[in-house]
């Protein structure tokens, strides 16, 4: 840290309790409880229209929910207005002041709480220099590139040392490559600050790359809460699954220790199962597609050279699977051959049918 | 690993919001006067304070009690939420004990009360926001309330001072005044028993052969029966009702026919207007700004006048170079045709936004399908443009049925609506008469309002998708371009040659008898012209300040926040936009006459009619403003601690500095030029240069008249220049800010 930017060690959680919100006739957030633990980076994921903005704009204090609670730390921020809550926010664009300086924009927060030129000068420079853009302060926002601005906009919520870190889908305006590095830069700068982060997005590799804890959410409420790797291994829904990763949801019966799908029926064991109806979930990379032998029997409808793999989509009597297999197992399986497939144990998760 | 951070209870910072507004209201409501003596609004009667008062007043010792208390909330140490009820009681009792007071009292308002109420309101307004009842801060809720009492008062009020005095006279509710004028035949008479022709026959005659005439057309090209039984009763009836009118007599008759015939010309200059700024090849396109702008920012009746000059019995061109004696151009001909003029520039500035929004790739489509330029125009151009002509056609009509300077200067005797209204007063000293006048005039332009606004708004066809196709406009046909033109360039030589005529008289010894050369009504304006002058100067810059920030406030409360009863007060305050000057001009007198706000004969009430008058012009730059700034904008700036008033200062009004500009130039030009409105409330010490200009022409010298109605346009085009220079300056500013590098 060097003493520069916001000191670490004050990190504080942020509780949501049967948090509601109502846009007219729409249910934008249904009744959602939430802890976010402090110091961590919480990702809230789905799709659009699912209420992670208007979560995360009721935690910032720029909605306020038709019922429930918003606590930060142990203090109920639910009547207070967004400037009195010591919360700050990086906007999907940006918003940089147009009118002001970049030293301006960052300092523009201090200058409200009355901080002293000197200081202010130290803080606002020091800010700079941790997001890595120490000579831009007399150029206007449009003067910089989009990677700058973001950066210019994460020093100005990190200059006012907020307890609270939010973002708001911050790379959605960069091109695939930078978002790569602002991904990265983010959470570098998050893991050396310590601050509690809640970080919005749609998109789920952001989501898996970036976490500590992914809330993923749909229509509403909270679908699961676990970490990048838990989500991805066992999905609590069938619609967690589908939006995680690509995933075969495959019809089957389970009984002591024997799944079975369609045709095919092979030994798995996961606790907590009871026998009956439950959905597969068999993600590409753990379908293994061979020419003869036990499985699950298809046809291939086609077939993608992708480099490290190949994907193939394969009919079966239970509906259509994808997989996608090394290419030096097999070689490129030409389209309308006849295939078995199988299940490696380690990708494989069963789902019981109250999964919806 | 999480420390948690606890707030420790009982340590609550004072709230300096209700610190301050409970103060300034204690202190006004003890060191001002509660009343006045007469009507100078600034009299300090040291017998009428709070101090002088609160020993026999329990009422205002109350109300100083309250103040009091409502400044000391500020400083309990209890959660906010405990103050903020504490500051609703103390704000909602405080000011409704001032109204209270004031209205049983019966002396005209002073200080006083004026602090009293607008600080209560400020206390109500932190508590609502404390309590979380409007979910704004402080400084919003405040405002919402300062701006429903301001509309209630100075919108409102003035309007229902008029209905009532349609029905009340004599404190007596009766129908006779209303029945009486509109039975007689001043206002309206279809069959005029002095002539041998029956109208009402020939009227309904009409009204059969367009009902035929529509009836066979129908049934010749086989369209639906349902609709050409619709068809058939419109123009049966339309055509008939415009016979009749056509035939009658009256003020009713007389505006009406003014306004369809004004409407349909104006509207339709302005639409060719509007395709040559958009679509012509040529260059005298780049003259329909400057031209079109000269007649909205002079007073209208200045065309009227040229009107005389030009055409009127020893006008220069029907006597002078014709060699006729004609009154033709002196009566409704002359008013239409002042009229037609002076409003097609409102026609052309609403439909150039309606012809330059429309996707030239729409064109493209049908050109490449195998249209020509004439059958894109019929079929594409045309149908796309019909709601915004319907529109230009309303306000049109609005504007012709409100005007009162051409009437009256041009009239010749023949009774207009909005004329009646001041003949009601001014000759026939009978307010309840002219309060009937005024609501007819009131219901139709305020139908055609709600017209334009809830009906026409839904039927536009135009920013379907707001995606910028970067077709670029397809030109017009060669004829239709030239054709154009040609009207466009008739318009603007007329118009310079009425302006003309203007700047001409004004050095003229006698128009029309000796057209000499002289400086004498120049220097005649000295004293009273130039001190007119220099008041109404005065007078429109006191008010176009409130005027846009009010309007701007209010911009930015209905398109910001949301509060219950938003849309009404949207609504109302876009009100007098559609209230006629003159009825507005009478609900004042009517409103502000006598009682507790007693306001007439003083300046204040010249420039309160002014500030919400104009306020609409402000609230519309300030929406189209507004909705150009990124909302997240304000949003970054309150998660950085910045209050809203803060959110106001530093980002908000920086970023729409040139439309602010903008608004305010146009308030003062509008109250500079305002005649209709404030005809009732000047007084001798309080002139206006518009009135003054209608006297010196109704008192016969025109020629000093001219001088003045010169000097003013000048004025307003030196200040729209200014504006136009600065403004282009400060864009060039903010394109340097915003530049790529």
């Not at chain 1, 950066?151 to 490559?177: C, G, H, I, Q, T």
């Not at chain 2, 509660?34 to 009667?45: I, S, Y």
């Not at chain 2, 007649?295 to 040229?306: E, K, Q, S």
């Not at chain 2, 008192?699 to 504006?723: C, E, K, P």
């Amino acid at each position: 840290m060097n003493g520069r930017g916001p000191e670490p060690g004050a990190a504080i959680p942020v509780r949501l309790e049967r948090v509601t919100k109502r846009f007219g006739r729409v249910l934008a957030v249904d009744d959602v409880t939430l802890e976010i633990p402090a110091g961590l980076l919480v990702t809230l994921l789905g799709p659009s229209g699912c209420g992670k903005t208007t979560t995360l704009r009721m935690i910032a204090g720029l909605e306020h929910p038709t019922s429930g609670r918003v606590f930060i730390g142990d203090e109920d921020v639910t009547p207070l207005p967004a400037s009195n809550r010591s919360v700050t926010m990086v906007f999907q664009s940006y918003a940089l002041f147009p009118h002001l300086t970049v030293f301006e924009n960052v300092a523009y927060g201090l200058r409200i709480t009355k901080v002293r030129d000197a200081a202010l000068r130290a803080q606002v420079g020091a800010v700079l220099e941790l997001v890595g853009l120490p000579q831009v302060g007399e150029r206007y926002p449009a003067q910089l590139s989009g990677g700058q601005q973001q950066r210019v906009a994460l020093a100005r919520a990190l200059v006012m040392k907020p307890k609270v870190l939010l973002f708001d889908e911050p790379l959605s305006n960069l091109d695939a490559k930078l978002r790569k590095r602002v991904r990265a830069e983010i959470r570098d700068l998050q893991q050396r600050l310590g601050i509690s982060t809640i970080y919005v997005t749609h998109d789920q590799t952001e989501a898996l790359a970036l976490s500590d804890v992914i809330v993923v959410m749909h229509l509403g409420h909270v679908e699961q809460v676990g970490s990048p790797f838990d989500l991805y291994r066992k999905p609590a829904t069938r619609f967690v699954a589908d939006f995680i990763g690509e995933a075969n949801l495959l019809p089957g019966r389970y009984a002591e220790g024997m799944v079975t799908v369609g045709p095919y029926t092979f030994a798995f064991r996961q606790e907590g199962v009871h026998a009956g109806a439950v959905t597969v979930v068999a993600r590409p990379e753990t379908v293994q597609v061979a020419t003869a032998g036990q499985g699950l029997p298809g046809t291939v409808r086609s077939a993608f050279f992708m480099g490290t793999t190949i994907d193939y989509l394969i009919e079966t009597p239970i509906g259509e699977v994808s997989a996608s297999a090394p290419p030096r197992v097999t070689g490129m399986l030409p389209v309308g051959s006849d295939v078995r497939l199988q299940f490696a144990e380690a990708g494989l998760y069963l789902l019981t049918e109250d999964g919806r | 690993m999480a420390r948690v951070l606890t707030v420790p209870a009982g340590r609550v910072q004072p709230n300096l919001t209700l610190l301050g507004w409970g103060g300034v209201t204690f202190v006004g409501a003890l060191l001002l006067p509660w009343h006045r003596p007469g009507r100078d609004l600034f009299t300090f009667v040291a017998e009428a304070t709070g101090l002088a008062l609160a020993p026999s007043s329990p009422v205002i010792l109350a109300i100083l009690m309250l103040a009091a208390a409502a400044a000391l909330t500020g400083l309990l140490p209890r959660p906010e939420a405990v103050r903020g009820r504490a500051a609703v009681f103390a704000g909602a009792a405080g000011a409704l004990l001032t109204i209270g007071y004031t209205v049983a009292a019966r002396r005209p308002f002073s200080g006083a009360e004026v602090a009293a109420v607008l600080g209560f309101l400020s206390v109500l307004g932190t508590g609502l926001a404390l309590t979380g009842v409007l979910r704004v801060d402080a400084f919003l809720a405040g405002s919402i309330l300062w701006v429903t009492v301001f509309v209630m008062i100075f919108i409102l009020y003035p309007l229902w001072a008029v209905l009532q005095a349609a029905v009340v006279v004599k404190g007596q509710l009766t129908l006779a005044v209303v029945i009486d004028t509109l039975t007689s035949p001043g206002f309206l008479l279809v069959n005029n028993p002095a002539t041998p022709r029956n109208e009402t026959a020939m009227a309904a005659t009409v009204g059969g052969i367009a009902a035929i005439f529509v009836a066979t057309v129908g049934a010749v090209r086989r369209r639906p029966v349902r609709r050409i039984v619709g068809w058939t009763l419109g123009a049966g009836i339309g055509a008939g009702l415009f016979a009749a009118l056509y035939l009658g007599y009256g003020a009713l008759r007389n505006s009406v026919l003014l306004a369809v015939i004004v409407g349909v010309c104006a509207t339709g200059l302005g639409f060719v207007f509007a395709l040559l700024a958009e679509r012509s090849r040529l260059r005298t396109r780049r003259l329909l700004g400057p031209f079109s702008i000269l007649p909205i920012i002079t007073p209208p009746f200045v065309l009227g006048l040229a009107m005389i000059y030009l055409f009127g019995r020893r006008g220069f061109v029907t006597h002078g170079l014709l060699g006729l004696s004609t009154s033709v151009f002196f009566g409704p001909v002359g008013v239409a045709v002042a009229q037609i003029l002076a409003f097609a520039p409102i026609a052309y500035l609403v439909l150039e936004g309606v012809v330059q929004a429309m996707d030239a790739a729409l064109e493209e489509a049908a050109e490449t399908l195998g249209a020509s330029r004439w059958y894109v125009l019929r079929t594409v151009v045309w149908p796309l443009a019909r709601p915004g002509i319907a529109n230009a056609f309303l306000l049109v009509a609005i504007e012709s049925l409100a005007d009162f300077g051409n009437p009256i200067i041009l009239g010749g005797g023949k009774g207009f609506l909005a004329t009646e209204v001041f003949y009601a007063i001014i000759g026939r000293f009978n307010p309840n008469e002219a309060a009937v006048y005024g609501v007819v005039l009131l219901g139709m332009t305020l139908s055609i309002f709600l017209i334009q606004r809830y009906w026409l708004g839904r039927a536009s066809y135009v920013t379907v998708t707001g995606k910028p196709s970067g077709a670029s406009p397809r030109p017009l046909p060669a004829a239709l371009d030239l054709t154009a033109t040609a009207v466009f360039v008739l318009w603007a030589v007329l118009i310079l040659a009425l302006y003309g005529s203007v700047f001409v008289g004004s050095v003229t010894k006698l128009w029309g008898f000796d057209y000499s050369f002289t400086l004498k009504h120049l220097r005649d304006l000295s004293p009273q012209g130039w001190n007119v002058f220099w008041t109404t100067t005065k007078l429109s810059a006191y008010a176009a300040i409130p005027s846009t920030l009010l309007g701007f406030l209010i911009g930015y409360l209905v398109t910001r926040t949301e509060f219950p009863g938003r849309t009404a007060l949207e609504f109302s305050s876009m009100l007098s936009f559609a209230v006629p000057g003159t009825v507005m001009g009478i609900g004042y007198i009517l409103a502000f006459n006598q009682g507790a706000l007693l306001l007439t004969g003083t300046s204040v009430i010249i420039i309160l009619a002014f500030v919400f008058r104009n306020m609409p012009v402000g609230i519309r730059s300030g929406v189209a403003a507004i909705h150009q700034i990124d909302r997240s904008l304000e949003e970054a700036s309150t998660m950085l601690r910045a209050n809203s008033a803060l959110t106001l200062w530093r980002i908000v009004i920086p970023l729409v500095r040139s439309a602010l500009l903008s608004g305010l130039v146009f308030a003062f030009v509008r109250a500079m030029t305002a005649v209709s409105q404030v005809i009732f409330l000047i007084t001798p010490q309080h002139n206006l240069a518009t009135t003054q200009i209608l006297s010196y022409i109704e008192y016969g010298s025109q020629g000093r008249g001219a001088a003045l109605a010169s000097l003013l346009t000048v004025f307003m085009v030196l200040v729209i220049l200014v504006l136009y220079l600065v403004n282009r300056r400060l864009d060039i500013g903010a394109a340097r800010e915003l530049a790529q590098t």
